[in-house]
């Protein structure tokens, strides 16, 4: 009776499936205990397999073991109940994978709850207790349970750090500082720590007062965007009022013509039914008369004949001249040229005013623009990595380095067919479309075409509409030693600079902004277009017989060059 002042480990006497103390105790032939309908109900579950194996050490059993309560388990736990022990809290669970194992644990460990920074061990609850009741555990440092204790270790000494170097910014054993780190500023890391969370205060206050600015700013955008949808919505209803009211306008125009073309066309029509019914009136008593002379004509009597003729070949004066004087077969093509001639000029007005209409649509701007670049540094932070497609590529080209080089050949390439492919023009198109702010700069030497172009660029054939800067989808600069002009649209702007070895080429698509710069120690501005760019664009090549050009764009790591392979 003298070890009733033991307090059993009631973890021992718990059923690792329900976790708690054992209610009608088996024991199974490996030696584990459970609880009767835990068991069974386990193996209840595997009754399609003729292997029954335990919960906890996986031991396999052919056939299904017979269940027999343990008498044994049963009166110790009978006996303890009298002592007062109760199943485990909660909290003592065992540790699963992820926990931290409390490190006093003998056989299955618990999850520990704590961590001691002096000890470097980990606690669970029952371990736990001597922190909080034993003097000298008190003044250690406890912190959530980690599994990074170690980091504590100094990998050198295997002794616990507890200073700061302040000259190598580390933590270090006190053995450190005698030895590496001898003569270094250092001090203990709880001085540091205090120090450092002044600092991370101070951090934490302008971080707090930076989030306190920026929800501010989220708020006016918020604001700014609740206007720019009203006033958006607004100027569509707005909008669709007035070309509403244009095309009734028009569609009331298109009723009037219309109908003033039929009343005319009922009055000419009326009039001219009239005449000639009276004409068919006219011939057919001419033919009377006629048909009367033609009679009299034949007959045998003179004197018949010389009573009757006088009054029968008199014949009445005509209502009519002698031919209807009609006007040339026109009749209303003149009617379908004045309003042939009022579309053009709509269109041409229309093609106008669209230009004007769409910069101001462009022109809205709700955040500040940032200043457009001006020194080289400035323009390479827009730099972007360019290369070439070879689906696009003449076949005449051939591209190398990544397709970041080109070169002009003698002989076709046998490149697939595609239908990107430009068949008459000796072009290429980069692979990447370009949007937002971009800059690429560009090496030359003789001669070059650099191209921003839409990618919708007719391909086949060589009519203007496939080559660059010879309609409205693109837009090149044409560098040669004796002769330097911008094209757009086949309309020719020369430039009257020279031009470098170096291109730069600058796109705020968005804004509208395409500008060509010769670079050296200076950004010179050879031309600059202001328009709207309804597409995203992709840089371009045009490589002739003649030219030799060797590109290399900085920071966008692109070359192409016309080298004149196989030609004397």
């Not at 007062?84 to 006093?104: H, I």
């Not at 040669?480 to 002009?485: P, V, W």
């Not at 600079?497 to 509208?512: E, F, K, N």
Request: glycine share 4%; proline share 4%; hydrophobic share 30%.
């Amino acid at each position: 009776m003298a070890q009733r002042g033991i307090q059993p480990d009631s973890a021992k006497f718990c059923c690792s499936i329900c976790l708690d103390l054992l209610k009608d105790p088996v024991t199974i032939p490996c030696g584990h205990s459970y609880c009767m309908s835990c068991i069974k109900d386990c193996w209840d579950g595997e009754e399609h397999k003729e292997i029954y194996s335990c919960p906890q050490c996986r031991q396999t059993f052919t056939p299904r073991p017979v269940l027999v309560k343990s008498t044994i388990i049963v009166e110790l736990l009978e006996e303890m109940k009298k002592m007062g022990l109760q199943a485990a809290p909660p909290d003592l669970c065992y540790a699963g994978p992820g926990d931290v194992a409390c490190d006093f644990c003998s056989g299955r460990k618990l999850k520990a709850l704590k961590s001691c920074l002096v000890c470097l061990a980990s606690y669970c609850e029952q371990h736990l207790q001597p922190h909080y009741d034993s003097a000298p555990f008190k003044k250690h440092k406890l912190v959530e349970a980690t599994m990074k204790l170690q980091e504590n270790i100094c990998s050198r000494h295997d002794e616990v750090m507890k200073i700061f170097c302040r000259t190598d910014q580390r933590c270090i054993c006190y053995l450190c500082s005698m030895d590496e780190h001898k003569g270094h500023d250092t001090v203990s890391a709880a001085a540091e720590r205090t120090e450092r969370q002044e600092e991370l205060r101070l951090s934490r206050q302008k971080i707090q007062q930076r989030i306190q600015d920026t929800e501010k700013d989220v708020k006016v955008l918020q604001q700014e965007v609740e206007a720019i949808s009203r006033s958006a919505d607004k100027a569509v209803e707005d909008s669709e009022e007035i070309f509403t009211e244009l095309i009734r306008l028009i569609e009331k125009r298109r009723s009037d013509v219309k109908q003033q073309i039929r009343s005319q066309q009922k009055e000419e029509v009326s009039r001219a039914e009239e005449v000639q019914e009276k004409l068919k009136q006219e011939i057919a008593e001419l033919r009377r008369k006629d048909a009367e002379l033609e009679q009299l004509s034949h007959t045998q009597d003179h004197i018949h004949f010389l009573q009757n003729y006088p009054s029968l070949s008199r014949l009445s004066e005509s209502t009519h001249s002698p031919s209807i004087n009609i006007r040339p077969l026109s009749y209303f093509e003149d009617v379908t040229a004045a309003v042939s001639e009022l579309r053009d000029k709509l269109q041409e007005l229309l093609s106008e005013e669209w230009s004007k209409i769409s910069l101001t649509v462009t022109g809205v701007d709700v955040l500040l623009s940032q200043p457009q670049p001006k020194t080289r540094a400035e323009f390479l932070q827009y730099s972007c990595h360019i290369t070439l497609d070879p689906n696009t590529a003449h076949t005449l080209l051939s591209l190398s380095e990544e397709n970041r080089k080109a070169t002009r050949m003698a002989k076709e390439q046998s490149y697939p067919s595609h239908p990107d492919r430009f068949t008459d023009w000796r072009q290429v198109l980069s692979r990447e479309s370009l949007t937002g702010r971009c800059y690429w700069e560009v090496e030359w030497k003789r001669g070059v075409y650099i191209v921003v172009s839409y990618q919708d660029i007719s391909r086949t054939g060589s009519g203007a509409e496939c080559g660059f800067g010879c309609n409205d989808k693109s837009w090149a600069l044409i560098c040669y030693i004796m002769n330097r002009y911008f094209r757009h649209n086949n309309i020719k702007t020369e430039i009257p600079l020279p031009v470098s070895s170096r291109v730069g080429v600058y796109l705020d698509h968005r804004v509208g902004i395409l500008s060509f710069y010769s670079v050296s120690e200076t950004m010179t501005l050879l031309h600059r277009v202001q328009t709207t760019f309804t597409q995203p664009l992709h840089a371009g090549f045009w490589l002739d017989f003649n030219l030799f050009a060797l590109f290399s764009v900085q920071h966008a790591k692109l070359n192409l060059s016309s080298e004149m392979t196989g030609y004397n």
